[in-house]
């Protein structure tokens, strides 16, 4: 019994032994966390403030980690990127956190004994910028080029990044080869948006609510952006829109610049747009909607350059629309229209183009027509169409818009589609696929202005040389046009001399106006075949049309 009681006790001892070991050590580690938590503090608290800035503009946080800033408000560098993108910042209360460095601007340090800003505590040494990137870049929400230029100065307040070309860069949706395409109907027996006369072997006309001419005239006290900007290309992108989203394709019309008129944009007539249809101003819009809501869209836009650092982008300088149905339910009536040009994007709403320029509000009657003379406009004047125009205007697609040169030869497209997949099977199932290069050469084609140029004068040439019952015939014309693609176009586009599409890049478009224009002058066999001319190697898949693109 001694012997059970005394092995009970030195156990009893033992553990108590070992308790007060765990909670020895669970202090020292708190003792350690505490320390390392004050060692944190004082290394947060310690560190050096590597300059000061000023806010340009007023920034909200959007993210966590952000920090929250108004205009003017003197705010202390902590860390800072490479190229100063982003900086982790303190404020006056001595609140911390993330700050965009396009929002603010450096400020000169202040005199002392080493010239530089004085230190909040003991200096350490700052992290790579790469590493600082990467946890900035991770908790803050990039911001645009626009927004950059604009905190900057260098563009006026209400201009963006353009959202017509940002949709015609991220999908095919939106290119007016897509749209030139026969839809197939869900049974897959004919086409949904054309019509077929198998008696005739012929495409039929077909009705829609929306059918409508306009000519974009000029656009007037348009902003200039600011030094630095290099502006490459003037234009406006149309397209049909209901307030909420695009509904067709769209189609880019490229404007004049005087630099005696620098805040006017003028649009070429048709003697000044021969062989360049990018300039022509004069479109077509279609449309099968009866939504009161459907106008026209116009985005003015720039394609700069800066040059500076050499970046390019596109801009929205403002956009403006045109209702296509009145408030009674009648069309729009033809006549010309003065638009205002608003700032932002065409989702956004009471945004100024340049909000500096603006007058103030007065009731006193001069300064409101000072006003309205600075206030950006756009002039369309819609048309009324001719017999024959209307005649090929009702063979499009039931929803486009084009330029007014293209209505023809899509009539033409689709005649030929039509007979590739209608011709002689009437009641049976749409084939998926037929073997008519020309049909997919033409829908390459007509996304590349200069091209299809190229293609038109030549089928021109032919038309007039054609009989005056030859020229009324929609087949003979497509069969001229079908001959153009297969013995001109489709061996250009295989000329490798000829450089890919680059938008508004003059050097390029330069080089490849050089090659068409040689190319076009030989015959066609003789250019395909030319010593002096490469060619791509030709792919046997192109041979093959579909009509689901």
């Known amino acids: 019994e001694q012997q059970r009681r005394g092995h009970e006790r030195e156990q009893s001892e033992g553990e108590g032994e070992s308790e007060e070991e765990e909670e020895e050590d669970d202090d020292e580690l708190l003792t350690n966390a505490s320390a390392y938590e004050e060692e944190e503090e004082e290394s947060v608290h310690g560190r050096e403030v590597l300059f000061e800035v000023q806010a340009v503009g007023t920034f909200v946080a959007e993210e966590e980690g952000d920090l929250s800033f108004k205009e003017r408000e003197i705010l202390r560098v902590l860390e800072s990127s490479r190229d100063d993108d982003w900086l982790l910042a303190e404020n006056a209360l001595g609140e911390r956190g993330v700050v965009p460095g396009n929002f603010v601007q450096r400020l000169q340090p202040s005199a002392g004994p080493s010239g530089t800003a004085s230190p909040m505590g003991n200096s350490v040494t700052p992290r790579r910028g790469r590493d600082l990137w990467t946890k900035l870049r991770a908790n803050v929400k990039q911001t645009t080029l626009a927004d950059v230029l604009s905190a900057l100065g260098a563009i006026p307040s209400g201009f963006r990044d353009s959202t017509l070309a940002k949709l015609l860069q991220e999908s095919a949706a939106y290119h007016t080869s897509t749209w030139a395409y026969p839809r197939p109907s869900p049974t897959g027996m004919a086409f949904r948006d054309l019509r077929w006369n198998h008696a005739k072997e012929q495409l039929q006309p077909n009705s829609v609510k929306i059918t409508r001419w306009f000519k974009i005239i000029a656009a007037r006290m348009i902003p200039l952006p600011g030094n630095g900007i290099q502006v490459l290309s003037r234009h406006v992108r149309v397209a049909i829109f209901n307030k909420n989203k695009i509904l067709t394709n769209i189609h880019t019309v490229r404007a004049l610049w005087n630099p005696q008129e620098e805040r006017s944009w003028k649009f070429a007539q048709k003697s000044q747009t021969a062989g360049n249809s990018l300039y022509h101003r004069v479109c077509v819009a279609k449309l099968d909607s009866n939504d009161p809501n459907v106008e026209l869209l116009f985005e003015l836009g720039i394609t700069f350059k800066r040059e500076k650092t050499g970046e390019t982008g596109e801009l929205s300088c403002g956009w403006a629309s045109l209702p296509l149905i009145g408030h009674a339910g009648n069309p729009a009536p033809n006549r010309t229209f003065e638009l205002k040009v608003h700032g932002g994007t065409p989702f956004e709403s009471g945004v100024e183009v340049n909000s500096a320029s603006n007058l103030r509000a007065s009731g006193s009657f001069l300064p409101s027509i000072l006003r309205t003379n600075h206030t950006p406009r756009l002039y369309v004047q819609l048309l009324t169409p001719t017999r024959t125009e209307r005649a090929s205007y009702a063979l499009l697609p039931s929803a486009i818009v084009t330029s007014s040169l293209y209505v023809q030869p899509i009539a033409c497209f689709r005649q030929l589609v039509g007979a590739a997949f209608l011709q002689g099977r009437l009641g049976l199932q749409l084939p998926s696929y037929v073997n008519k290069p020309a049909l997919s050469v033409f829908s390459k084609a007509i996304d590349q202005p200069d091209l299809m140029d190229s293609t038109l004068t030549l089928w021109n040439e032919r038309?007039?040389?054609?009989?005056?019952?030859?020229?009324?015939?929609?087949?003979?014309?497509?069969?001229?046009?079908?001959?153009?693609?297969?013995?001109?176009?489709?061996?250009?586009?295989?000329?490798?001399?000829?450089?890919?599409?680059?938008?508004?890049?003059?050097?390029?478009?330069?080089?490849?106006?050089?090659?068409?224009?040689?190319?076009?002058?030989?015959?066609?066999?003789?250019?395909?075949?030319?010593?002096?001319?490469?060619?791509?190697?030709?792919?046997?898949?192109?041979?093959?049309?579909?009509?689901?693109?």
């Not at 001109?488 to 106006?513: G, I, M, N, S, V």
Request: aromatic share 10%; hydrophobic share 35%; glycine share 2%.
């Open 463 to 549: 038309m007039k040389a054609a009989r005056r019952t030859e020229k009324q015939s929609l087949r003979y014309s497509s069969e001229q046009l079908e001959a153009v693609l297969l013995q001109h176009t489709y061996p250009l586009l295989h000329c490798h001399a000829l450089p890919p599409p680059r938008w508004a890049d003059e050097k390029k478009e330069q080089e490849r106006f050089a090659v068409i224009a040689e190319f076009s002058k030989r015959p066609y066999l003789s250019g395909l075949l030319a010593t002096d001319t490469n060619q791509t190697a030709l792919n046997t898949t192109e041979q093959i049309f579909s009509i689901y693109p």
